[in-house]
T-cell receptor, first 113, second 115 residues
Framework: KQEVTQIPAALSVPEGENLVLNCSFTDSAIYNLQWFRQDPGKGLTSLLLIQSSQREQTSGRLNASLDKSSGRSTLYIAASQPGDSATYLCAVTPLRGYSTLTFGKGTMLLVSP | DVKVTQSSRYLVKRTGEKVFLECVQDMDHENMFWYRQDPGLGLRLIYFSYDVKMKEKGDIPEGYSVSREKKERFSLILESASTNQTSMYLC??????????????FGPGTRLTVT
């Protein structure tokens, strides 16, 4: 059964720092990997989706990489801002069968002014 | 933009009541999902549907049922609410491309409290 782990569980940084969030998964037979953002008490907002054939995706200050063979993905946030404070979740879609997401438990990020 | 809406942001129900959570998407997506999210347990899939009147159990279907009579609407039903069903419920939808799921889009969530 696919398991997704996110490290660290929580992270606190001063404004302006560049930071990396990590996601690992146990089964490399994935179709895609998706990074989400969740603000307290709210739903999930999709940030980036990487297909298994891709190595990375970029959107503004965010860059996500995927190394399927080692079962790892990273989300890089450049020049962090207080508005980036949220929980970040990664999720993978399996390659075969009914394709439902398996989520990690998230990294809670706090960016201090 | 894809829009997924849920009928209530906050809901308080009594033990034993029948509870309906409604989800509507406006992008003609084939697939719809219901998750619950609990501290320390993350998001867990309750049920999903890949077509009208079709449903599949997720990881934790016990105590829940679903209904999809129209493509845009997916309902989660708690037949007899219990306190251990107090949780945040999230609905999602996604298109289907080439036989596999593509990006999932989430609603704002319903915070259900069962007393």
């Amino acid at each position: 059964k696919q398991e997704v782990t996110q490290i660290p569980a929580a992270l606190s940084v001063p404004e302006g720092e560049n930071l990396v969030l990590n996601c690992s998964f146990t089964d490399s037979a994935i179709y895609n990997l998706q990074w989400f953002r969740q603000d307290p008490g709210k739903g999930l907002t999709s940030l980036l989706l990487i297909q298994s054939s891709q190595r990375e995706q970029t959107s503004g200050r965010l860059n996500a990489s995927l190394d399927k063979s080692s079962g790892r993905s990273t989300l890089y946030i450049a020049a962090s801002q207080p508005g980036d404070s949220a929980t970040y979740l990664c999720a993978v879609t399996p390659l075969r069968g009914y394709s439902t997401l398996t989520f990690g438990k998230g990294t809670m990020l706090l960016v201090s002014p | 933009d894809v829009k997924v809406t849920q009928s209530s942001r906050y809901l308080v129900k009594r033990t034993g009541e029948k509870v309906f959570l409604e989800c509507v998407q406006d992008m003609d997506h084939e697939n719809m999902f219901w998750y619950r999210q609990d501290p320390g347990l993350g998001l867990r899939l309750i049920y999903f549907s890949y077509d009208v009147k079709m449903k599949e159990k997720g990881d934790i279907p016990e105590g829940y049922s679903v209904s999809r009579e129209k493509k845009e609407r997916f309902s989660l039903i708690l037949e007899s609410a219990s306190t251990n069903q107090t949780s945040m419920y999230l609905c999602a939808s996604s298109p289907e491309i080439a036989g596999t799921l593509y990006e999932q889009y989430f609603g704002p969530g319903t915070r259900l409290t069962v007393t």
